[in-house]
């Protein structure tokens, strides 16, 4: 089941790409574990998947530990990082998902050994839920980061809510992608802002439709596996 799921994503992401006139090479997948268990893990890393994430730090460093044979995949976390567990873990990961504030980055810079490839979290909606800067916040931020030579703002990372319509999806992940062109255009060293991390098993096509070029997804893979 897990080869016919990925065969059908592959599919909807090209299609996706072709409705935006983009290559599907621009596009990067990362399979979400962290609703299976080590064995389901390692038949994706088997079928050749090189990008996983979790949402906790416990759950992502038990995964690396099952699966260091593999030694390509990339790890990225997604969840919020609380501050105390930044030293057990920002060592371990390829990519941060959720910066979102200047504590959070102060500790990073100060248990760090190596440029850390952030996304600056956004909360394009408001959401009084969700965690992440407002869309007029996040340049200040940015520019508060010059010093930090550990942190590397490689893109800006959104979730959209469930309960979204198709029009306001569209709404959402384009003005992400507009104000990552705004930082880029800053022209940072520290922060190229290429990337966009946006869209799940949910809303992921219209993500890449509107420029996403890491999409994070769980529940398509594993559903019916």
Not at 7 to 34: F, G, H, P, Y
Not at 41 to 54: F, Q, S, T
Not at 128 to 143: A, N, Q, R
Request: hydrophobic letters at 40%; charged letters at 25%.
């Amino acid at each position: 089941m897990l080869v016919e799921n990925l065969e059908n994503i592959n599919r909807e992401i090209q299609l996706a790409c072709q409705k935006s006139a983009r290559s599907d090479d621009d596009v990067t997948m990362i399979a979400v574990t962290k609703s299976v268990g080590n064995e389901t893990a390692k038949e994706l890393a088997e079928l050749g998947i090189e990008n996983m994430a979790e949402n906790r730090v416990d759950k992502l460093l038990a995964k690396k530990e099952a699966l260091k044979n593999f030694s390509s995949i990339q790890w990225h976390l997604i969840g919020n990082l609380q501050r105390r567990k930044v030293k057990s873990i920002i060592n371990e990961i390829d990519y941060f998902h959720a910066l979102d504030s200047l504590k959070l980055a102060e500790e990073i810079q100060k248990r760090a050994e190596k440029q850390i490839s952030c996304f600056v979290e956004v909360n394009i909606t408001g959401e009084e839920s969700k965690h992440g800067f407002k869309s007029d916040e996040v340049l200040d931020f940015i520019h508060q980061l010059a010093e930090f030579d550990r942190i590397k703002v490689v893109g800006l990372m959104t979730m959209a809510p469930l309960t979204a319509s198709e029009q306001d999806l569209h709404g959402i992940f384009s003005r992400l992608t507009e104000l990552r062109k705004a930082i880029n255009n800053q022209h940072l060293s520290y922060a190229p802002c290429t990337e966009l991390s946006m869209g799940m098993s949910n809303d992921f096509p219209i993500a890449i439709e509107e420029g996403a070029t890491f999409v994070r997804i769980g529940t398509a893979i594993f559903r019916g596996a």
